[in-house]
Nanobody, 125 residues
Framework: QVQLRESGGGLVQAGGSLRLSCVQE??????????MGWFRQAPGKEREFVASIRWGAGTKLYADSVKGRFTISRVSSENTVYLEMNNLKPEDTAVYYC????????????????WGQGTQVTVSS
């Protein structure tokens, strides 16, 4: 059983930065082909992919809307993934969800096995 524990959301002005973190709590190791990532859901909109990272190789994928502004990273020894968000815009306002999937390559298409509870990110103009 996998549990994802998120932290780091909050309120920030446009142009500011926030860092989200997510710890994966589980029995056993995380397989190298699996992935962790972040999705977000704004009010009235569908949940969308933000970024993912392949646990073993560290291969990263980003949504076009966040490329160049957001950075995903992981600390393997701590089973933790981070999302560094810079130059935040009001349109980044959403609930951000940590996700884990057995195949990093398919997470982008919402192939997710476990979700975190979500953390609110609000960007004021």
């Amino acid at each position: 059983q996998v549990q994802l524990r998120e932290s780091g959301g909050g309120l920030v002005q446009a142009g500011g930065s926030l860092r989200l973190s997510c710890v994966q709590e589980r029995s056993g190791r995380i397989y190298s082909s699996s992935g962790m990532g972040w999705f977000r859901q704004a009010p009235g909109k569908e949940r969308e992919f933000v970024a993912s990272i392949r646990w073993g190789a560290g291969t990263k994928l980003y949504a076009d809307s966040v490329k160049g502004r957001f950075t995903i990273s992981r600390v393997s020894s701590e089973n933790t993934v981070y999302l560094e968000m810079n130059n935040l815009k009001p349109e980044d306002t959403a609930v951000y969800y940590c996700a884990a999937g057995r195949d990093a390559a398919t997470m982008r298409s919402m192939s997710v096995d476990s979700w975190g509870q979500g953390t609110q990110v609000t960007v004021s103009s």
